[in-house]
């Protein structure tokens, strides 16, 4: 089993809510046949509380991911057909994926999973090796960012490699869920409600672990709407 990160861009004259139909109506009944497992993000009016949190190196960010799980890459370009049919551009990655937390009662199938996901895409310095970089974000970083953040499910994507030569050298791409309030409340964010100086900490570890392994000149942070619309190959 494999699964592929696709990073999508609406075609210019379709606006948003036309884009997300297609993908939320019609995409899981064409990809079904192909595909065991969907995750549609979509950057929606949903999650515009969050605006604070974008971040973007690669303008301009695009307008959803989508997360599948195929039997073999092999098929993928009948996939990426498809994907390309539905927008202005498409880029794909393999990846590795590692769930470190996952709530599953926060999902429901074919609906608006709970709070919001946050979707970040990371290239590596070029001043760490890829084994420094990997150790670090393991062994260091995973328990920093699930003790100082109100995340309910956290998962770590290693870039295997892209489906496309021109594509950013990225080396990882994270998914991470929060409660709604999280998108405008640092505080509940940084799981410190009502606590200044919890906040204070949990805001110092998080930044000075993320400071060590992440370079900010080449980052993307997409706040999204989450929808898991195929398991186990069942719309």
């Known amino acids: 089993m494999e699964k592929i990160v696709f990073k999508l861009?609406?075609?210019?004259?379709?606006?948003?809510?036309?884009?997300?139909?297609?993908l939320l109506v019609d995409l899981p009944v064409t990809l079904a046949p192909l595909v065991n497992d969907l995750q549609i993000n979509i950057a929606d009016e949903d999650v515009d509380a969050a605006a604070a949190l974008v971040q973007s190196s690669y303008p301009k960010n695009p307008n959803a991911i989508i997360f599948i799980k195929v039997l073999s890459h092999y098929y993928s370009e009948q996939i990426v057909s498809i994907l390309s049919s539905l927008t202005s551009k498409v880029e794909g990655f393999i990846v590795s994926e590692s769930i470190i937390l996952d709530d599953e009662s926060k999902d429901h199938?074919?609906?608006?999973?709970?709070?919001?996901?946050?979707?970040?895409?990371?290239?590596?310095?070029?001043?760490?090796s890829a084994f420094d970089w990997f150790d670090h974000w393991t062994h260091?970083?995973?328990?920093?960012?699930?003790?100082?953040?109100?995340?309910?499910?956290?998962?770590?994507?290693?870039?295997?490699?892209?489906?496309?030569?021109?594509?950013?050298?990225?080396?990882?791409?994270?998914?991470e869920c929060f409660p709604s309030e999280a998108m405008s409340n640092p505080a509940i964010f940084y799981n410190a409600e009502n606590d200044p100086a919890l906040l204070s900490k949990n805001t110092e570890l998080m930044m000075d672990s993320c400071s060590s392994f992440i370079d900010f000149q080449k980052i993307e942070v997409i706040p999204t709407s989450r929808y898991r619309m195929i398991e186990e190959n069942k719309i």
């Open 9 to 22: 861009w609406k075609k210019e004259p379709d606006s948003l809510d036309k884009f997300k139909d297609s």
């Open 140 to 175: 260091h970083h995973t328990n920093i960012a699930i003790e100082t953040q109100s995340n309910f499910t956290y998962v770590q994507n290693t870039v295997v490699r892209p489906l496309q030569k021109d594509s950013p050298n990225f080396i990882a791409v994270i998914e």
């Open 109 to 128: 199938l074919g609906k608006r999973s709970e709070g919001f996901s946050q979707v970040v895409f990371l290239e590596k310095p070029a001043h760490m």
